[in-house]
């Protein structure tokens, strides 16, 4: 069985997205795809070699300069993807990308989010392997709003929002690598969500794939 790690942020660090909350879920969501190890200690960006698939659910508050995470963290992860490896980012993990190494590589992050509210998060790419029977679904959620830079993708699945559609899914190829960013896992409610739980699987499934 393939190896994959599990990065989130303890609620030591007074997250709010504390990896306490969803373990169990995330641990029952992987089980049978992946040998899943998971962590709180971002010295494991640094050894994401010794897995076949990175899980990114970790704040910026860790391994931070001003604010954002340090340039040796984000060119070791991705140093990662560029050769060969897979990642899969969810919800806040995109945070990552406030470090602009990142974000000139993913091409998208977070920007602000409105109250919480039930979203429908719908594909925008029906045929893609990550939708599978996931055309559509309803969630209550942290609605991101992200800026984006040229060369962005086409999204995978979207939501409207007002007068706009956001994006809440999207791939980006990376070297020899490849990574997918799900939008949803504010917390248990979220990952306890049988179409979100579907989505991680097959994202699992479609990178471990590549």
Not at 26 to 33: L, P, Y
Not at 40 to 68: K, N
Not at 72 to 92: M, P, R, S, T
Request: proline share 6%; glycine share 8%; net charge negative.
């Amino acid at each position: 069985m393939k190896k994959a790690i599990f990065i989130g942020t303890s609620k030591a660090l007074m997250t709010p997205h504390p990896f306490e909350r969803v373990e169990a879920s995330v641990r029952e969501t992987f089980k049978g795809v992946v040998d899943l190890t998971c962590t709180t200690d971002p010295a494991a960006f640094f050894h994401l070699e010794d897995y076949d698939l990175g899980v990114i659910y970790w704040s910026q508050r860790v391994v931070v300069s001003e604010e954002t995470i340090s340039n040796d963290c984000a060119e070791a992860i991705l140093d990662y993807v560029a050769a060969g490896g897979k990642l899969l980012i969810l919800h806040h993990g995109i945070s990552v990308c406030n470090n602009n190494i990142a974000y000139d590589v993913i091409k998208g992050k977070f920007l602000r989010h409105p109250k919480m509210q039930s979203i429908t998060i719908t594909a925008s790419q029906p045929g893609h392997p990550i939708v599978g029977e996931v055309k559509s679904f309803d969630l209550v959620e942290e609605p991101y709003h992200f800026e984006t830079l040229p060369g962005f993708p086409e999204p995978i699945y979207t939501y409207a929002f007002e007068d706009g559609i956001i994006p809440a899914a999207w791939e980006i190829s990376h070297g020899k690598g490849h990574i997918v960013y799900l939008l949803p896992g504010h917390g248990k409610e979220q990952f306890d969500n049988a179409s979100f739980r579907k989505l991680i699987v097959q994202s699992a499934k479609y990178l471990l794939g590549k």
